[in-house]
Each structure stands twice: as structure tokens, then as C-alpha cells.
């Protein structure tokens, strides 16, 4: 599996979606996440990552575990002012704005690759 640094790429699902995607690895960009944001253009992908939460942030988010090759696991809608349990095989966790992974076709099986921009942005 590629480490990754926090910056920009695309999220490729399986199927044929291809959604703007920022990377956040680093602690600080982790712990920051979408907090104070009033929505997200694509996806954003914290790794490593079990769980997230939702406290202080201003709309509902949709949340997909990752295991280690990138097959999403689980898929849940999370509102504000809220705290996801572990997910045990989950390595990395993608969050977007709440009814956007539908649209992508992210569902539990489903394949994503990532792709990260070769001059990325520092965070």
C-alpha cells in the first residue's frame, strides 16, 4: 500500500466515478478534517483512520470505511455532534458531504483507487 502525504489528487470508484479528493495524513490535517467547513467539493480521505466524529461540524457527512486495499467495508450517513464506533478492518475513512457516495456508487464491496497529484498542495 502507497503512503500518501496530505495534499490533492482524485478518487476513482469502481464503475467509472472520478471525484476531486484531498488527503489528509497528518495528524493535524486528521484532527482538523471537516471541521468548520460549510461543505466539501468531493471526498476527503483520512488515513490512517477507524473512526471519526462529528462534534462542532455544520452538516451531516457521509462516512465509508476503508480496509487496506481500498474496498470500502461499510457506508453510513453521520449528522452533527456525533461519534462513529471502530470499524476493526477499517484502515482509512473517506467522508463527503452527506448523499454524495450514493451518487458515486460507493457501497459496501466496492473497489476506489486513489490518485495523488504529483505537485501537491501543502494543508
Keep these: 500500500m502507497a503512503r500518501w502525504r496530505d495534499g490533492w489528487g482524485q478518487l476513482g470508484v469502481e464503475g467509472g466515478a472520478l471525484v476531486p479528493l484531498e488527503v489528509a495524513t497528518s495528524y493535524r490535517a486528521r484532527t482538523r478534517g471537516l471541521l468548520g467547513r460549510d461543505g466539501v467539493e ?51 475513512i473517506l467522508e463527503a458531504e452527506a448523499g454524495a457516495m450514493a451518487g458515486w456508487g460507493i457501497r459496501p464491496g466496492v473497489q476506489v483507487r486513489v490518485r495523488v497529484n504529483a505537485h501537491e498542495n501543502d494543508t
Design 42 to 92: 468531493g471526498a476527503i480521505l483520512l488515513s490512517p483512520a477507524g473512526s471519526v466524529h462529528t462534534f462542532r461540524m455544520r452538516f451531516p457527512i457521509d462516512v465509508a470505511y476503508l480496509d487496506r486495499r481500498l474496498r470500502v467495508i461499510a457506508v453510513h450517513t453521520v449528522p452533527p455532534n456525533r461519534l462513529t464506533a471502530p470499524r476493526l478492518r477499517a484502515r482509512h
